[in-house]
Antibody
Framework: EVGLVESGGGLVQPGGSLRLSCAAS????????MSWVRQAPGKGLEWVSG????????YYADSVRGRFTISRDNSKNTVYLQMNSLRVEDTAVYYC????????????????WGSGTTVTVSS | QSVLTQPPSASGTPGQTVTISCSGS????????VNWYQQLPGTAPKLLIY???QRPSGVPDRFSGSKSGTSASLAISGLHSEDEADYYC???????????FGGGTKLTVL
């Protein structure tokens, strides 16, 4: 069965760092692009970052570019989100989601989602 | 403010048909496919409609999607109480070169 399990969330002070992980199972991990999507308390979904199946291509929302770094280890079936210079407005549930092909292309969509990990940025 | 615009709320009674709109521009909906996600209370989002009107296996045919120009719609027919959820449209934006979500529509089944 296809599954995604996020971990690494927690409470961090503004300006701090956190690394999220997403462990995948049940599919050929390296064949699919992966994304991180977040949802602030009481708010809608916001796509944050994506990475191609090979890991060569990465994509970021303007709100996190330069502060967050996405990466993947295909030998461990895991995608990561390194979050630096965290701000109060980064507080959210972070979901890991699987794409439907190896690249992030114009017909991109996410067909499998994890249950999320909560990040709270507060002093 | 989202690039894709949805009404914040919608409602209907059991058995009715409800339609949720999603308005964009030539750089997103106008040139790319639209996908829809359903988020039941307290749960992760779930893919509901992809490539404008395609349904993943397991999604009832009560859910249907359409697109015309720079707008898209999600229709839910024969409304059930368990359809009460937040619904999000999404599309790739060519100007930003990333996928974008609409602001979401909270559907209430009266």
């Amino acid at each position: 069965e296809v599954g995604l399990v996020e971990s690494g969330g927690g409470l961090v002070q503004p300006g701090g760092s956190l690394r999220l992980s997403c462990a995948a199972s049940g599919f050929t991990f390296s064949s699919y692009a992966m994304s991180w999507v977040r949802q602030a308390p009481g708010k809608g979904l916001e796509w944050v970052s994506g990475i191609s199946g090979s890991g060569v291509s990465t994509y970021y929302a303007d709100s996190v570019r330069g502060r967050f770094t996405i990466s993947r280890d295909n030998s461990k079936n895991t995608v990561y989100l390194q979050m630096n210079s965290l701000r109060v407005e980064d507080t959210a549930v972070y979901y890991c989601a699987k794409g439907v092909n190896t690249a992030m292309v114009s017909y991109y969509y996410m067909d499998v989602w994890g249950s999320g990990t909560t990040v709270t940025v507060s002093s | 403010q989202s690039v894709l615009t949805q009404p914040p709320s919608a409602s209907g009674t059991p058995g009715q048909t409800v339609t949720i709109s999603c308005s964009g521009s030539s750089s997103n909906i106008g040139s790319n496919v639209v996908n829809w996600y359903q988020q039941l209370p307290g749960t992760a989002p779930k893919l509901l409609i992809y490539s404008n009107y395609q349904r993943p296996s397991g999604v009832p045919d009560r859910f249907s999607g359409s697109k015309s120009g720079t707008s898209a719609s999600l229709a839910i027919s024969g409304l059930h109480s368990e359809d009460e959820a937040d619904y999000y449209c999404a599309a790739w934006d060519d100007s930003l070169d990333v996928p974008m979500f609409g602001g979401g529509t909270k559907l209430t089944v009266l």
